[in-house]
């Protein structure tokens, strides 16, 4: 099951109208003023929860007239962030692959979060991307192939998640290593290239993000 949550961070409008229409969702969860973008762009989600403490109150107001039946509500104080809650909703309604559109912005404090939420995915074996108009950022532990035809912008950066990451071999990128080891606290995995059909990233322990971006 594919499944798209929309979060309160920045939302470039055309880039996630046209992003939404040219895939397929099983499932669309709004997480609190993710919703904002919903009503603006006329996106009916399945699920919509969060506290609602930032969501525009005459845009909430529309959906609790509207499909009072799909909104969850939450306290205010809480263990989990709003996105949080709707990573766990989708992998509960079965998501095999989570799409987040919203998870980055100026808040640097939600988008650390938000990055290290893409581990509970992981955990969890459930695929998840979170997508802007500059970048697409997943997480693997098990290695990963990106066809040439099918990244997303220009450079493929990879930043370890752990103090280090063993065993890598990258093939198809115009800086290949084999059975490297690369430690945090140093910037050597960033702004890489892919040169063939296919890049493939390899490892032996650890965990990495993978970051597509472009200008």
Not at 131 to 155: C, L, S, V, W
Request: net charge negative; hydrophobic share 40%.
């Amino acid at each position: 099951m594919n499944a798209l949550i929309i979060t309160g961070g920045q939302i470039d409008l055309p880039f996630a109208e046209k992003w939404i229409n040219d895939h397929e969702w099983d499932r669309i969860i709004s997480a609190d003023s993710g919703l904002d973008f919903c009503r603006t762009a006329g996106v009916l989600p399945d699920v919509i929860l969060g506290d609602f403490d930032s969501v525009n109150p005459e845009v909430l107001q529309y959906f609790q007239e509207r499909c009072p039946q799909r909104l969850e509500t939450f306290p205010a104080e809480k263990d989990e962030t709003d996105t949080e809650l709707a990573i766990m909703r989708a992998i509960e309604m079965g998501a095999d692959a989570i799409t987040i559109l919203g998870g980055t912005g100026t808040r640097l404090d939600h988008v650390l979060g938000n990055l290290h939420l893409l581990k509970m995915a992981m955990d969890a074996g459930v695929s998840c991307a979170i997508i802007d108009p500059h970048n697409r950022i997943q997480m693997t532990q098990d290695g990963m192939t990106i066809r040439r035809a099918e990244q997303f912008g220009k450079y493929v950066s990879l930043i370890p998640f752990t103090p280090q990451v063993d065993g890598l071999t990258l093939r198809g990128f115009a800086y290949e290593v084999e059975d490297f080891t690369l430690l945090s606290g140093k910037a050597r995995g960033v702004s890489n290239e892919i040169r063939a059909e296919a890049a493939t990233i390899e490892l032996r322990s650890g965990i990495l993000l993978v970051i597509e971006s472009r200008d």
